[in-house]
């Protein structure tokens, strides 16, 4: 799950419930419970080798390395011995030995690979997450928006929940809300650890008008509007929590099969289909990456521009449809030229490796 839900939760969860903020609660609350879901899964299904559904993927793999040893044994192995090519032989066992210590123990090396690159990768989008642009930071953007249109949207509603009355009691309504806003805000503060100018600001154009009656109209929402905006919002949230979680699943199931890609390594093609699952692997993260920092730089933008309360749903909009779309274009853009360098590269380290071990096995007999 993005950084940008993660904050969102946060910065709701401080606050009063209002009415037309259950929604939007609930979706952020569903999205901090799915990640930390996904985290337990790569524990217990990825990490941990005797998983049943590891073990099975195992299984498989072991299956499928049987049938290719035959296979090896039955047509190169015996051309080998008739040629008497000792060093063909060398090199014909070299490399099936290495896979086996590989899907040896259940995978156990396998599966602490994949932890490896998944905890590069996390900490990759952490870091990127707490970069320094001018004055703030991407984590401290994201914040900055969510809890001041968190904010904004809990003195609306407070507001409106004077709508209903007339005359004098409109105004000592509002009147009677004026020190829960001043909470409201502290809150917010307190929740981002400084001040928040634009809810300041905000705060302070409420009051003014909460003062003179008259111009409250002028810039107080409908109701209509304010729930129509939380659904918005959770429909939007809901987008990209989705998008989120289908690049976790992504990732696991791609992870699944890294036994099966190096089991087929064995198959004398020349091709090295762990190269293409490596490939595969880091366009994935890729994704998460990209994603990760056009989300960021456009919150940064909104923060030292000062508009977070003109562009809450033009974000949203972002991180839900437009982000993940641009993420993905850049993933792909760089996938070709990404392929072949990883292809290249595990194809030349695996070459070299079985060549310095059969020469090592050669000197030794």
């Known amino acids: 799950m993005s950084l940008f839900i993660y904050n969102s939760l946060l910065a709701a969860d401080s606050f009063a419930d209002f009415e037309s903020l259950l929604v939007l609660k609930e979706a952020l609350s569903t999205g901090e419970l799915i990640f930390q879901g996904f985290e337990n899964v790569w524990q217990q299904v990825i990490l941990n080798t005797s998983s049943p559904i590891w073990v099975a993927i195992m299984g498989f793999a072991a ?21 008497r090519d000792w060093h063909g032989l060398v090199l014909l066992i070299v490399w099936p030995t290495i896979v086996a210590l590989l899907i040896g123990n259940n995978g156990f090396l396998i599966s602490q690979g994949i932890g490896a690159l998944r905890t590069i990768d996390r900490e990759f989008v952490k870091a990127m997450s707490t970069t320094q642009i001018a004055s703030t930071n991407i984590q401290n953007a994201l914040q900055d928006i969510q809890l001041t249109n968190a904010a904004k949207e809990q003195i609306d509603s ?19 809300i004026v020190p829960k806003i001043d909470q409201i805000v502290e809150e917010a503060e307190a929740q981002n650890s400084g001040p928040l100018a634009v809810l300041e600001n905000y705060k302070d154009k409420i009051k003014g008008a909460i003062l003179n009656v008259a111009a409250v109209g002028q810039i107080i929402l409908a109701p209509q509007k304010i729930v129509l905006t939380t659904l918005v919002h959770a429909l939007l949230i809901a987008v990209q929590l989705a998008f989120n979680m289908i690049i976790e699943i992504a990732l696991l199931l791609h992870s699944l099969l890294a036994p099966i890609a190096v089991i087929l390594t064995l198959i004398p093609t020349g091709q090295r289909y762990i190269s293409i699952w490596l490939t595969w692997f880091a366009a994935i993260a890729a994704i998460q990456v990209c994603y990760t920092i056009i989300i960021g730089l456009a919150a940064t933008a909104i923060v030292l521009s000062n508009a977070q309360l003109f562009s809450d749903v033009t974000f949203l909009v972002l991180a839900a449809f437009f982000g993940p779309g641009l993420a993905y274009a850049m993933s792909k853009g760089g996938g070709t030229a990404l392929y072949q360098s990883i292809n290249s590269s595990v194809d030349k380290t695996i070459s070299f490796g079985t060549e310095v071990v059969s020469k090592a096995v050669l000197l030794v007999l």
């Open 63 to 83: 299956d499928i390395a049987l049938l290719i040893l035959i296979y090896l044994a039955l047509k190169q192995g015996s051309e080998v011995v008739q040629k």
């Open 158 to 176: 407070l507001i409106n929940q004077c709508n209903s009355y007339n005359g004098t009691k409109y105004s000592e309504c509002l009147n009677d």
